[in-house]
């Protein structure tokens, strides 16, 4: 099978997480995305320290309706940084015979360099980068850190950067939706509306729970 990774804090899920996996699933012919709720993020604290299992709970109900969307808790149950190496270690033991794709968006890709044993992660599945807001990738030649540049053949008319492992990284522009979880969590806080940026279901569990309010 060839299965996608969509990982992120997802504090909150929101339509264009959403929209990136359907897009990167067709455009790849997936047969499945898997969503990996971030447990705590090594780079930056996580906002309002919101539980693991509070964002577990809305990626949950936001694929919902989606056969071809599943979730996974396995950085949660880890504990600890949850370090993207060790998780593609642990899926790459879970989906020995599979194809993995790892979706990053672009802002996290310019970044990649100053990740925990970032080498390492070309040689355990495919990459595809997806345009953020924002974030453009101009020259996909220089978008690697210098160290690892040899490593790669580009590929012009695929779009794509040719690892020795026999892996690629592939870049893709999907919709630019500018939404962020920053400012659905500013909106939340303020009492004011978040429909159409996050899915309905999410929307009223973030209401219901009081999720980012000031007196939460």
Request: glycine letters at 8%.
């Given at each position: 099978?060839?299965?996608?990774?969509?990982?992120?804090?997802?504090?909150?899920?929101?339509?264009a997480?959403?929209?990136?996996?359907?897009?990167?699933?067709?455009?790849?012919?997936?047969?499945?995305?898997?969503?990996?709720?971030?447990?705590?993020?090594?780079?930056k604290p996580l906002a309002g320290e919101l539980p693991f299992e509070r964002r577990f709970a809305m990626v949950e109900?936001?694929?919902?309706d989606n056969p071809l969307f599943a979730?996974?808790?396995m950085e949660?149950?880890?504990?600890?940084?949850?370090?993207?190496?060790?998780?593609?270690?642990?899926?790459?033991?879970?989906?020995?015979?599979?194809?993995?794709?790892f979706i990053m968006g672009s802002d996290s890709f310019t970044d990649i360099g100053s990740w925990r044993?970032?080498?390492?992660?070309?040689?355990?599945?495919?990459?595809?980068?997806?345009?953020?807001?924002?974030?453009?990738?101009?020259?996909?030649?220089?978008a690697l850190p210098v160290a690892i540049a040899h490593e790669f053949c580009y590929y012009d008319a695929?779009?794509?950067?040719?690892?020795?492992?026999?892996?690629?990284?592939?870049?893709?522009e999907g919709t630019l939706l500018a939404i962020s979880s920053s400012i659905i969590?500013?909106?939340?806080?303020?009492?004011?509306s978040i429909k159409y940026l996050v899915p309905a279901a999410v929307e009223h569990y973030i209401e219901e729970q009081r999720i980012y309010a000031k007196s939460r």
């Open positions: 099978m060839k299965i996608g990774i969509l990982g992120g804090t997802f504090n909150p899920v929101h339509l997480h959403l929209r990136i996996a359907e897009e990167v699933r067709e455009q790849f012919d997936l047969d499945r995305i898997i969503f990996v709720p971030a447990g705590t993020p090594p780079h109900l936001a694929i919902s979730l996974s808790d949660g149950r880890r504990g600890g940084k949850s370090y993207l190496i060790d998780t593609l270690h642990e899926l790459r033991l879970a989906y020995p015979h599979d194809e993995l794709f044993d970032y080498p390492g992660f070309f040689s355990l599945c495919n990459m595809v980068v997806v345009t953020r807001p924002g974030t453009p990738i101009l020259a996909l030649k220089n695929e779009n794509r950067l040719a690892h020795q492992s026999g892996y690629s990284v592939y870049f893709t969590r500013q909106l939340a806080e303020l009492g004011r």
